[in-house]
């Protein structure tokens, strides 16, 4: 009689739960081993803001099913019929033998694991910025269960205040929320210029920050954290423009993948961090596999296609049913990711899929962009919001190649179809034709995403001619001579406008008898509201001859810099 397929699966939090659930599933006569360093297993990181925001009660929900059970090693072996071994640490692979050493934490006792294929879910780890004062108390990081339940105890037993976050990505954005909901002040440390550096292009970050200083967090970009100051827990942050107070600090500077098990072991790594996998998820030796956080992922796009290190949950439970797959004979390819993320800013949703401007510029200065603003909703339904698209696209092969989305309407389910698009190597064109669903509670006729690629598309083509936002503020530092053409109706224009001195505000219903009113030798950059009347004000003005007009991409919605109110 053949002996059972032993398996032993290195991680329990994301992908080694779901290899272990699926080849169960599959192959229901083999051994599965699932070892853990932590307490708790298979629970939901990206939940953890909102259980300090207060969204949830109870930290563990964090990590039960939908309808109350907990995951746990009893669950595991009842219900899904695999062994969960926690509290335990592996610490070497001998690839000969075949076996895995591990050693139990609270007893110190070692065992050899024997194995017929090894699953490598390690994970990654938060990156520690090399400065002094980490080792204070009230300093935390957000990665496991019981980071989230210290904090928010010491928060209601010490009456913790101030915060400060250090790094202004996905976890500095998400607990920026939470902890202002939670009444104290916040103060977000980036030493780029930008928040979400690694995720938004600049002008759609700007509008993302704009929302956050409206929501009372202060921004400290650009500046460079020195210091935590403190005699036994935290008093302050010292960054090399000033001193901040504090009683609490967050660090969400990133993750590093943990590659050195299998790197010890002598299995193939990327030169700056982990694990390096085909198709199937194997690594370069074909009975050890690997998925997760622990890996560099495969970007899809139609540039690149290079390796990438994106940490997503998402991803890692791709890689764990592609695992479970080919150890059960029913191979499956993992064909990649997008790049897709996205995450909240209290009223706003960030979001991106595919490459920014930026990473396509730097791959090929053949590219087109374009940023686009107007209502999720018909404007006559009282839910309809604003929503901000930026496309990017090859001005050759018209593909699509990112999309990026910023706003309080419904953004994600355009960057859905963005990334959608995205993986099947769609042209702006195609988009634009998609048969999405139309009703107005749930969208205008024409669609957001579908408007976006229009435009673009009549970019490509030399109908329209436009500017990014931050291409007008350019040329208002540097001091370019040139008109600000508003053409909104006077009431807009009383209510709200651009606080330039270049500003002459003629209505679009106006232009074409008061167009002899502007200079021909001057550049135009025409906006309304969202700028469709720009667009329209420029192929007005073309065809009476201006050919120095262009329209502002997204108008005031998308203008991320000062506006003057009338009060």
């Given at each position: 009689m053949q002996e059972a397929l032993r398996v032993v699966?290195?991680?329990?939090?994301?992908?080694?739960?779901?290899?272990?659930?699926?080849?169960k599933r599959l192959l229901p006569s083999c051994e599965v081993t699932m070892i853990d360093k932590g307490r708790q297993v298979s629970y939901g990181a990206c939940g953890l803001p909102y259980y300090v925001e207060g969204v949830f009660p109870d930290v563990d929900m964090l990590m039960q099913t939908p309808v109350g059970v907990t995951r746990n090693a009893n669950f595991f072996r009842k219900v899904k019929g695999f062994h969960t071994l926690t509290r335990t640490e592996a610490i070497e692979i001998d690839r000969q033998?075949?076996?895995?050493?591990?050693?139990?934490?609270?007893?110190?006792?070692?065992?050899?694991?024997?194995?017929?294929?090894?699953?490598?879910?390690?994970?990654?780890?938060?990156?520690?910025?090399p400065i002094p004062g980490l080792d204070l108390k009230n300093v935390w990081y957000m990665r496991q269960p019981e980071d989230a339940e210290t904090l928010v105890n010491?928060?209601?037993?010490?009456?913790?205040?101030?915060?400060?976050?250090?790094?202004?990505?996905?976890?500095?954005?998400?607990?920026?929320?939470?902890?202002?909901?939670?009444?104290l002040s916040v103060t977000m440390v980036e030493m780029f210029d930008q928040i979400m550096p690694q995720f938004l292009d600049p002008e759609m970050a700007m509008l993302a920050a704009k929302h956050l200083r409206q929501k009372g967090v202060e921004?400290?970009?650009?500046?460079?954290?020195?210091?935590i100051e403190g005699n036994g827990r935290v008093a302050s942050v010292r960054t090399d423009k000033g001193t901040i107070a504090a009683d609490l600090v967050l660090v969400g500077a990133g993750v590093r993948p943990n590659d050195e098990l299998a790197r010890n072991a002598g299995i193939a790594c990327a030169p700056k961090g982990g694990i390096l996998i085909n198709h199937y998820c194997q690594t370069s030796d074909p009975d050890i596999y690997a998925?997760?956080?622990?890996?560099?992922?495969?970007?899809?796009?139609?540039?690149?296609?290079?390796?990438?290190?994106?940490?997503?949950?998402?991803?890692?439970?791709?890689h764990g049913r592609a695992i479970a797959d080919d150890i059960a004979g029913r191979p499956h390819p993992f064909v990649g990711i997008t790049g897709t993320g996205v995450c909240k800013a209290f009223d706003y949703t960030l979001g991106r899929t595919g490459l920014t401007e930026k990473q396509a510029r730097e791959l090929d200065p053949e590219i087109e962009s374009v940023i686009w603003a107007g209502p999720d909703l018909p404007h006559y339904m009282p839910q309809s919001k604003p929503v901000v698209i930026k496309m990017v696209a090859s001005r050759r092969s018209r593909k699509l190649l990112g999309a990026q989305v910023v706003g309080p309407g419904v953004a994600d389910k355009r960057l859905d179809v963005g990334a959608a698009s995205l993986y099947f190597g769609a042209t702006v064109?195609?988009?634009?034709?998609?048969?999405?669903?139309?009703?107005?509670?749930?969208?205008?006729p024409i669609d957001p995403i579908a408007t976006a690629a229009h435009v673009l598309a009549n970019k490509l083509e030399g109908i329209a001619k436009s500017v990014s936002p931050l291409e007008a503020k350019r040329r208002i530092d540097r001091g370019d001579d040139f008109i600000f053409l508003d053409v909104r109706t006077p009431d807009e224009f009383r209510?709200?406008?651009l606080p330039y001195d270049n500003v002459i505000h003629i209505p679009l219903?106006?232009?074409?008898?008061?167009?002899?009113?502007?200079?021909?030798?001057?550049?135009?950059?025409?906006?309304?509201?969202?700028?469709?009347?720009?667009?329209?004000?420029?192929?007005?003005l073309n065809a009476m001859g201006f050919q120095r007009v262009w329209f502002v991409e997204g108008g005031l919605v998308a203008w991320p810099f000062e506006l003057a109110e009338n009060g």
């Amino acid at each position: 009689m053949q002996e059972a397929l032993r398996v032993v699966i290195v991680g329990g939090v994301a992908c080694g739960p779901k290899t272990a659930s699926r080849l169960k599933r599959l192959l229901p006569s083999c051994e599965v081993t699932m070892i853990d360093k932590g307490r708790q297993v298979s629970y939901g990181a990206c939940g953890l803001p909102y259980y300090v925001e207060g969204v949830f009660p109870d930290v563990d929900m964090l990590m039960q099913t939908p309808v109350g059970v907990t995951r746990n090693a009893n669950f595991f072996r009842k219900v899904k019929g695999f062994h969960t071994l926690t509290r335990t640490e592996a610490i070497e692979i001998d690839r000969q033998e075949k076996t895995v050493r591990v050693r139990q934490l609270d007893s110190g006792a070692e065992e050899h694991l024997p194995y017929d294929r090894l699953v490598l879910a390690t994970g990654s780890r938060p990156i520690q910025p090399p400065i002094p004062g980490l080792d204070l108390k009230n300093v935390w990081y957000m990665r496991q269960p019981e980071d989230a339940e210290t904090l928010v105890n010491e928060i209601d037993a010490n009456g913790l205040r101030k915060a400060v976050l250090i790094g202004a990505g996905y976890i500095g954005v998400e607990m920026a929320e939470a902890l202002r909901r939670r009444g104290l002040s916040v103060t977000m440390v980036e030493m780029f210029d930008q928040i979400m550096p690694q995720f938004l292009d600049p002008e759609m970050a700007m509008l993302a920050a704009k929302h956050l200083r409206q929501k009372g967090v202060e921004l400290a970009l650009g500046e460079k954290v020195l210091s935590i100051e403190g005699n036994g827990r935290v008093a302050s942050v010292r960054t090399d423009k000033g001193t901040i107070a504090a009683d609490l600090v967050l660090v969400g500077a990133g993750v590093r993948p943990n590659d050195e098990l299998a790197r010890n072991a002598g299995i193939a790594c990327a030169p700056k961090g982990g694990i390096l996998i085909n198709h199937y998820c194997q690594t370069s030796d074909p009975d050890i596999y690997a998925g997760g956080d622990c890996v560099v992922n495969h970007y899809v796009d139609p540039i690149t296609r290079a390796p990438l290190f994106v940490p997503l949950g998402s991803t890692s439970n791709k890689h764990g049913r592609a695992i479970a797959d080919d150890i059960a004979g029913r191979p499956h390819p993992f064909v990649g990711i997008t790049g897709t993320g996205v995450c909240k800013a209290f009223d706003y949703t960030l979001g991106r899929t595919g490459l920014t401007e930026k990473q396509a510029r730097e791959l090929d200065p053949e590219i087109e962009s374009v940023i686009w603003a107007g209502p999720d909703l018909p404007h006559y339904m009282p839910q309809s919001k604003p929503v901000v698209i930026k496309m990017v696209a090859s001005r050759r092969s018209r593909k699509l190649l990112g999309a990026q989305v910023v706003g309080p309407g419904v953004a994600d389910k355009r960057l859905d179809v963005g990334a959608a698009s995205l993986y099947f190597g769609a042209t702006v064109d195609d988009v634009a034709n998609l048969d999405l669903g139309y009703a107005p509670p749930f969208g205008p006729p024409i669609d957001p995403i579908a408007t976006a690629a229009h435009v673009l598309a009549n970019k490509l083509e030399g109908i329209a001619k436009s500017v990014s936002p931050l291409e007008a503020k350019r040329r208002i530092d540097r001091g370019d001579d040139f008109i600000f053409l508003d053409v909104r109706t006077p009431d807009e224009f009383r209510a709200l406008r651009l606080p330039y001195d270049n500003v002459i505000h003629i209505p679009l219903g106006a232009l074409r008898d008061k167009a002899g009113a502007l200079p021909k030798d001057r550049d135009i950059l025409a906006f309304c509201k969202i700028s469709m009347r720009g667009y329209e004000a420029q192929l007005i003005l073309n065809a009476m001859g201006f050919q120095r007009v262009w329209f502002v991409e997204g108008g005031l919605v998308a203008w991320p810099f000062e506006l003057a109110e009338n009060g």
